[in-house]
């Protein structure tokens, strides 16, 4: 195998115009839309100042977007791929936007953020996830967070099923990324210093259909009415054990210990 994350590199950038256009879609933002609005609704501690924001393995920016519509207006924001074509295609829509390459395996800063944001950056770097989080945590600010959503299963139908999706789907580098099972994701964090502050699991069937509609545009079906519904029933289950154990992804928020 090659540089795992060279090969990352090259495998996202073959299927990046595919995953932009697909996740355009209504029922995917719309889903996500009402999962971050659940997830943020009783993070009043976050809305009460302007954080400092880092979002490493940035893609489109996605995370910058989603704290400004969640907590409100950023005090800075930084973000970093190690993709060229996605931090050009994120210059274009915003010149002035702090974002740059970077490769996740040897950022080194000292800077300090009230928050750190990667959304399912770390199962596509597995090799090294370890060390990424490590080092991050020398840049939450005191009393900062971490913020992560991640593929994840907690029984071992799921993970056979998400195997078989990885061997057989291209949009997919099953030699590279590797979903986590949720002991372990949570162990990542908490075996480094850091403790769980809260944890939803939000990858239940509303997930399944409208998450990720370039992987599964069969599964694409019907409009907001049936997203909004779905998801009502869903979030029913986010913090409890059945969710737990059924969903194929978690989102979590950790701060140092």
Known sequence: MNNPIEQQREHFENISEKYYNARKSSNHLYLKELMWNFFFKDKTSLKDKKPSVLE??????????????????????????????????????????????????????????????IIGGLHHVPFICETVVQRLKNNLAEQGVFIVLEPTHDNIVFRKIRERIYNKNTLFDQETEKAFELKELNNLFLNNGYKLIDQIYPGLLSYILFYNPDAFPFLNIGGKTLVKLLFKMDSLFFRNYLGRKLSFATLSMFSVD
């Open 56 to 117: 490493p393995m940035c893609g489109y920016s996605e995370g910058k977007s989603i704290l400004e519509r969640n907590i409100g207006v950023l005090e800075s924001y930084e973000g970093f791929d190690y993709s060229s074509v996605l931090i050009e295609k994120v210059k274009k829509t915003n010149k002035d936007l702090n974002v740059y390459v970077q490769d996740i395996s040897t950022f080194n800063s000292k800077k300090k953020f009230d928050i750190i944001i």
